[in-house]
């Protein structure tokens, strides 16, 4: 008895030099529109760093090109004239205090809200809302009057209180969506096993929030260093003036040096570029994976 053969089903080859997958035309695309994004980013920084290394009489004739001479003392001497050493210090000083000030008041309160049955929850997150919605704006003549009783007019504390108040209502949304993420299992266990509230807080919480946290503290300290409105309305004694002042009054008295001003410019953002390129997977990953929950 002869069996016939069984027929076996293959798939056709593909063929050489067929049509590319359809998903590689989009991602061309979006890779074609990022570098774009990212050309339009840069550009104005390079031709600002470009600039900060040509003389005056260079960045006259070609403000846009390479420098044909490329002079390093501008930094130096930018330095001495805009007296950025004592400035930088102030602005470091303000921006970590600031950063670990919202760091502490966001994490505590959103610990409050979401764990220790805290009433009227949501009255404050409405408060929250509003607070970190209205513009400072509003505030700056009662603010100036109030502070000039308390002794905290022209001194960098009293600064750093206006950014713990405009900073911590956003940072305490961001970490609260952080702790209403968390399964409580783990703090249920500790506290069957005898823990009291601070030991979970810290043992338990707080190394599982950890990267929203420190997101929380850099946003807020960065924004502290670069923040001018404020700066320029209470700081009016020189020796305190952050650094965004100091290369404010450089920049008015030198207005026909730009490649001065464009060094001083450079050593005020190169303490943030340094930050952000060290920290920058930790920010990105606490800033994108948690969403702002009401």
Do not use: H
């Not at 760091?103 to 809302?129: C, E, F, K, N, S």
């Not at 956003?170 to 970490?175: D, G, H, N, W």
């Not at 920049?251 to 060094?263: E, K, N, P, R, Y």
């Amino acid at each position: 008895m002869s069996t016939a053969p069984l027929a076996v089903q293959t798939a056709p080859a593909p063929e050489q030099g067929g049509a590319a997958p359809r998903g590689s035309r989009p991602q061309v695309v979006t890779w074609i529109v990022l570098g774009l994004l990212g050309l339009y980013a840069i550009a104005p920084l390079l031709v600002f760093a470009g600039n900060a290394l040509k003389s005056t009489q260079e960045i006259d004739a070609n403000p846009l090109g390479l420098p044909q001479s490329w002079n390093w003392s501008n930094f130096a001497e930018a330095w001495e004239r805009a007296d950025m050493g004592p400035a930088l210090l102030v602005s470091l000083v303000i921006a970590v205090a600031t950063g670990l000030g919202v760091a502490v008041i966001a994490t505590t309160a959103a610990y409050a809200m979401t764990r220790l049955g805290l009433p009227g929850q949501g009255g404050w997150i409405l408060w929250l809302l509003v607070s970190s919605s209205l513009p400072i704006q509003l505030f700056l003549v009662p603010l100036v009057s109030w502070w000039s009783l308390l002794g905290l007019y022209n001194q960098p504390i009293g600064l750093v209180i206006i950014y713990l108040a405009i900073y911590s209502p956003f940072a305490t949304l961001l970490v609260r969506s952080a702790l209403l993420s968390l399964t409580k299992a783990y703090e249920e266990a500790a506290r069957m096993d005898g823990a009291g509230e601070l030991r979970v807080f810290t043992r338990i919480v707080l190394p599982m929030i950890w990267p929203t946290v420190l997101t929380a503290g850099l946003v807020a300290g960065l924004q502290a260093y670069n923040e001018f409105m404020l700066a320029v309305t209470f700081i009016q004694n020189r020796d305190f003036q952050p650094v965004a002042l100091s290369l404010y009054s450089f920049q008015q008295g030198f207005t026909t040096d730009w490649s001065l001003v464009g060094a001083a410019g450079l050593i005020m953002a190169l303490p943030v570029v340094v930050l952000f390129l060290t920290m920058q997977r930790r920010f990105i990953d606490g800033y994108a994976s948690r969403g702002v929950t009401a």
